[in-house]
């Protein structure tokens, strides 16, 4: 009579990390995350052994208790399973006896269902492109992910071509570097695509803070500039006039920018005033006011020639030195 043999359980405490709670999605993932958990505990067995059967009238103490040490290890590896289930399929599967029959049920049903899964990762891998906005290292990883996802579903995809794709997918600011790649001669192997390209993005990204450091620079220089333009003040200048005050016309030029042009009055008329005005609108506001004051003096009082060339004369210094302390 052949003996049964059990092998001891390994305690589970010492195993920390389980499985994700499988939902249905990603069932190979989970499969082989579950067949190592299993593993560790020494529990895997019973996934693919039938169960020991004692016939009737078998009174063989150890045949009987290596079928009761069976029945307990079995009744672990399932609820081990069930447990890494949510709740929903928890509560479908739960009335499974065996945990090599629940082991079975799950890989008909979730593998069947992930037939499809290829057209889905394909469709995936042809649809990516990369953008500027990401790092071009970090979008490699992604696309090397689509692809081990390709491989895990039985296609196969070589090296050449998963480099091909690569250098195809870079981003539009990366067109040159493309265009470079596409055209050397040597084929390129993808540990050594991906080497060029980490180069390359180091380099793109050192010049763009020292691009970056250069103008915040260049735009700090420039304000320092404006602020003391600002503060810097003009010098004052005295109002110039001719020598003669009896020689008409007479020139007032107010800080080289302001020039008054007075004319001879003659018969008894009021002078004629030609104001050229090279500054701001509040000097020009500002001498049109004590002009308009000057003109109301001078022409509506009778007064005769020789008081009006009096006052003329007065008004127009007057006029000066408000305006060269403007």
């Known amino acids: 009579m052949s003996s049964i043999t059990f092998t001891p359980l390994v305690s589970a405490a010492a195993h920390q990390e389980k499985p994700f709670k499988f939902s249905g999605a990603d069932f190979k993932r989970w499969q082989q995350k579950m067949l190592?958990?299993?593993?560790?505990?020494?529990l895997s067995w019973f996934l693919t052994e039938e169960p020991p059967v004692v016939t009737e009238g078998d009174t063989d103490t150890q045949r009987t208790t290596a079928v009761d040490a069976w029945n307990h290890n079995d009744f672990l590896c399932r609820n081990y399973i069930l447990n890494s289930l949510d709740d929903v399929l928890y509560g479908v599967y739960c009335s499974v006896k065996t945990a090599k029959e629940l082991w079975n049920s799950l890989e008909k049903k979730y593998k069947t269902e992930d037939a499809g899964v290829k057209k889905f990762i394909v469709g995936k891998f042809l649809d990516y492109k990369m953008v500027d906005a990401k790092t071009v290292m970090s979008q490699v990883q992604e696309i090397q992910i689509i692809i081990h996802d390709l491989i895990a579903e039985?296609?196969?995809?070589?090296?050449?071509f998963q480099v091909a794709a690569i250098i195809e997918k870079l981003p539009q600011m990366w067109r040159d570097f493309k265009n470079y790649l596409k055209h050397k001669r040597k084929e390129l192997t993808l540990e050594e695509l991906i080497v060029r390209l980490r180069i390359e993005e180091d380099s793109r990204t050192s010049d763009a803070k020292t691009y970056k450091k250069a103008m915040e620079a260049e735009a700090k220089a420039n304000l320092t500039e404006s602020s003391n333009a600002q503060k810097r003040k003009r010098p004052k200048e005295r109002a110039t006039t001719v020598?003669?005050?009896?020689?008409?016309?007479?020139?007032?030029?107010?800080?080289r920018r302001t020039k008054v042009r007075i004319a001879p009055v003659r018969d008894n008329r009021p002078p004629?005033?030609?104001?050229?005005?090279?500054?701001?609108?509040?000097?020009h506001s500002a001498f049109c006011s004590l002009l308009s004051n000057f003109l109301c003096t001078l022409y509506f009082?009778?007064?005769?020639?020789?008081?009006?060339?009096?006052?003329?004369?007065a008004v127009i210094t007057r006029c000066c030195a408000v305006l060269c302390n403007l």
């Not at 190592?36 to 020494?42: A, E, G, H, I, P």
């Not at 039985?154 to 050449?160: A, C, D, K, R, V």
């Not at 004629?272 to 000097?283: A, C, D, E, F, Y």
């Open 36 to 42: 190592f958990y299993l593993t560790t505990v020494s």
């Open 243 to 255: 020598a003669n005050q009896i020689i008409w016309p007479r020139t007032v030029v107010f800080r």
């Open 272 to 283: 004629s005033i030609n104001i050229g005005i090279v500054g701001s609108r509040s000097t």
């Open 154 to 160: 039985g296609m196969e995809i070589n090296e050449p």
């Open 301 to 313: 009082p009778p007064h005769s020639q020789k008081v009006r060339k009096l006052i003329l004369f």
